[in-house]
């Protein structure tokens, strides 16, 4: 029997098992994905390397800046910026930093998960609760029993796996849950021949349809070789979302005032169904007492940033050994 298991190896997750860890309790984490993080992603393609979930994060909560501190100190992360040029490619500093991972933003969550048990490539299939032996997880491979779980996936994730193993929710939690909507990300990586015309410090935000961002990754500064990563806008994620090769043609004709001369040796495209929540929830997580602990975090719990996930993680990790 395992104190807490712990679905998802984002930040939240991690960050919370790794508090569980630390005060001596048996903690597993599981995570459907090849790696940890989340989208706290980072991909190699030939030489070139991209960042193509989270771009970057910032500190505004002090809890989280402590943890940044030290990230900075032992060399995890570097502070990237402090703006960035519009669509005009003029530049638009506002003194705040912009932090990214030293190589890549998967720096962070390879780290926290060093020394805490997570087991990915598991795919968690349903989940349900014993009266005598607590959580029941079960996996592609084997069942899992856990005394307390939390739960980090994206909500409507959670909220799947809670109904195939036939957990039903108290109605108002899952009304509540159910309200929560996400916008997705369509992130199409470019490995280039040459420098971009993306202008220093190597991010454009263009905040408009059909491209809402793009990053030189070269420029960066987690890459050796040229390559872009462009995030589309909402509106055309939603409407390119099932034709992912169409997606990255009109993609590549709107960027190509921002690939200068370069031209595209080969490409990959990432798609996210659950990039951004909509809606946040009223706390930095959701706790069920009534039985062994269940609790749901991330960042449609705590703001869809990067410090809203280790919030909402950190906050959790706290009920999780107070109960």
């Known amino acids: 029997m395992i104190d807490c298991l712990?679905?998802?190896?984002?930040?939240?997750?991690l960050l919370a098992a790794c508090k569980l860890h630390a005060a001596g309790q048996s903690v597993i984490v599981l995570d459907k994905g090849n790696g940890v993080g989340g989208r706290m992603a980072t991909r190699r393609i030939h030489d070139s390397t991209f960042d193509h979930g989270a771009q970057f994060f910032t500190v505004r909560d002090d809890r989280f800046g402590v943890?940044?501190?030290a990230w900075l100190k032992s060399g995890l992360v570097v502070e990237w910026s402090r703006g960035f040029a519009d669509r005009a490619g003029e530049m638009k500093e506002d003194g705040h930093?912009?932090?990214?991972?030293?190589?890549g933003m998967t720096t962070i969550p390879k780290h926290l998960a060093a020394d805490i048990d997570v087991?990915?490539?598991?795919?968690?299939?349903?989940?349900?609760?014993?009266?005598?032996?607590?959580?029941?997880v079960q996996t592609e491979q084997e069942t899992y029993e856990a005394?307390?779980?939390?739960?980090?996936?994206?909500v409507p994730q959670s909220?799947?796996?809670?109904?195939?193993?036939?957990?039903?929710?108290?109605?108002?939690?899952?009304?509540?849950?159910?309200?929560?909507?996400?916008?997705?990300?369509?992130?199409?990586?470019?490995?280039?021949?040459?420098?971009?015309?993306?202008?220093?410090?190597?991010?454009?935000?263009?905040?408009?349809?059909?491209?809402?961002?793009?990053?030189?990754?070269?420029?960066?500064?987690?890459?050796?070789?040229y390559g872009v990563t462009i995030h589309a806008a909402p509106d055309f994620s939603h409407a390119h979302f099932?034709?992912?090769?169409?997606?990255?043609?009109?993609?590549?004709?709107?960027?190509?005032?921002?690939?200068?001369?370069?031209?595209?040796?080969?490409?990959?495209?990432?798609?996210?169904?659950?990039?951004?929540?909509l809606d946040v929830y009223a706390d930095t997580y959701l706790a069920l007492q009534d039985g062994p602990p269940l609790v749901l975090a991330g960042d449609a719990f705590a703001g869809p940033r990067v410090e809203g996930a280790a919030l909402?993680?950190?906050?959790?990790?706290d009920y999780l050994l107070e109960s």
């Open 147 to 154: 005394r307390r779980l939390l739960l980090t996936p994206p």
């Open 242 to 277: 099932d034709d992912l090769e169409a997606a990255a043609k009109l993609l590549f004709e709107a960027a190509a005032p921002y690939l200068g001369d370069a031209q595209v040796s080969t490409y990959q495209v990432q798609s996210w169904r659950y990039s951004q929540p």
């Open 312 to 317: 909402s993680g950190l906050t959790a990790g």
């Open 67 to 69: 943890l940044v501190d």
């Open 6 to 13: 712990v679905v998802g190896a984002g930040i939240s997750g």
């Open 97 to 103: 930093a912009r932090y990214r991972g030293a190589q």
């Open 119 to 136: 087991r990915t490539s598991a795919q968690v299939t349903a989940i349900d609760l014993d009266s005598q032996s607590g959580w029941l």
């Open 159 to 225: 909220l799947a796996l809670l109904d195939a193993g036939n957990y039903r929710l108290p109605v108002d939690v899952r009304h509540d849950l159910d309200a929560i909507s996400y916008n997705p990300c369509i992130a199409l990586m470019a490995r280039l021949d040459g420098p971009s015309a993306v202008p220093a410090p190597g991010g454009i935000q263009l905040n408009q349809e059909p491209i809402y961002w793009m990053a030189d990754n070269y420029r960066k500064g987690i890459s050796s070789a």
